[in-house]
């Protein structure tokens, strides 16, 4: 087994610990990252230290206290900065969307070029996950602090899982298992990011599909995306369109080698465009310890592709050096 501190030599060891520069282990689960102005941005849930079962609700309800949303900052996706809590929990009124009794999960920010403001999307929900809500912030600056400002169920449609993926062209889509997790909307936003337009795609109809990850190569545009079995993990399935809403062919399980039918015990929550290297995409995987969640590891591995058909390798440790295949 390589040492966790292999991540520091400029490494990925699959779920290893994995500490920032301060030696703690990263609070950033169900994550994305935003890459601006030459450092990456790596924000995910900030995991509260006990777990427990949310009470009065049938299936496996685990959860922590909502601690908000980390911000951990890297000039080389390896070594990571903690740059705090950049979305404080709200512990003064307990109906708050942010209370720490509240879900607020896979937090995605973007940079909105017209407004100059930093825009976080995020799951919102209630104790027992009825609110299923998409909530909004925003940021003159990368590291915060974010103003909350609302949570609402886009175009008047339940929201859980969620991404947001900006497009080159600047227009920015909110992506989220919709009607009780079935079936997954795709929504263009504003201008300024901080709505859903009105009208929606819909996706995977009646597949059951969340954990949305999206990204795009060669024009194409990829949802990978896992089943609905909660914290425990699945069989996770990629799907390709020629245009961002859909509509998407599904291509089944990226995922080859130890454990592949299981998604290597992970999750997916982001693909990261490698900056300077061409067609270079890490899959970011949370791989939850659903009893003790702040223990949730990551896996982030290299994304293949033969033609269009993307693969994901199982691989024990690995860094970009092995990977690089023609720079830009
Ligand atoms: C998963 C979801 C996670 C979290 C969990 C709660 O299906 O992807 O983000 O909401 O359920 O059990």
């Known amino acids: 087994m390589i040492a966790a501190t292999a991540m520091a030599m400029g490494g990925f060891v699959s779920g290893a610990l994995w500490n920032d520069t301060d030696g703690k282990h990263i609070n ?3 994550g994305g990252i935003m890459y601006h102005d030459g450092t990456y941005y790596w924000y995910g849930e900030c995991k509260g230290d006990l777990t427990y079962r949310s009470p009065g609700v049938g299936w496996e309800c685990y959860r ?4 908000g949303v980390s911000c951990y900052s890297s000039k080389d996706l390896y070594n990571w900065k903690f740059e705090g809590v950049v979305l404080e929990p709200d ?46 912030a925003v940021s003159d600056s990368p590291t915060g602090k974010f103003t909350y400002i609302k949570s609402f169920r886009p175009n008047g449609q339940m929201a859980r899982d969620l991404t947001v993926f900006k497009d080159d062209d600047g227009k920015a889509y909110l992506v989220y298992s919709s009607e009780e997790n079935r079936t997954m909307h795709i929504s263009q936003l504003t201008p300024d ?6 009208t929606y795609t819909r996706n995977f109809v009646d597949k059951s599909r969340e954990a949305p990850a ?44 130890k454990d592949a039918d299981k ?3 992970g999750q997916s929550t982001f693909v990261i465009p490698v900056q300077g290297m061409r067609d270079t995409f890490i899959i970011m995987f949370d791989r939850w310890n659903k009893r003790d969640l702040i223990d949730s590891r990551y896996l982030w591995l290299p994304v293949t592709f033969e033609g269009d058909n993307m693969c994901v390798n199982w691989t024990e440790s690995w860094s970009l050096n092995d990977f690089i295949v023609e720079t830009k």
């Open 91 to 136: 512990t003064t009124f307990s109906r708050s969307d942010t209370h720490p009794t509240m879900v607020v999960e896979r937090p995605k920010v973007v940079y909105n070029e017209s407004t100059g403001k930093f825009v976080m999307w995020m799951h919102i929900d209630s104790p027992n996950y009825g609110k299923a809500s998409a909530g909004v």
């Open 193 to 198: 990011y901080l709505n859903t337009v009105g």
């Open 28 to 30: 950033a689960h169900g």
């Open 214 to 257: 999206m990204f795009k190569r060669g024009g194409k545009y990829y949802i990978v995306s896992s089943g609905c079995t909660g914290w425990s993990p699945n069989e996770a399935d990629y799907a390709v369109a020629d245009n961002v809403t859909g509509p998407y062919t599904q291509f089944g399980n990226p995922c080859k080698g």
């Open 263 to 265: 998604t290597f015990y």
């Open 64 to 67: 922590t206290e909502t601690g």
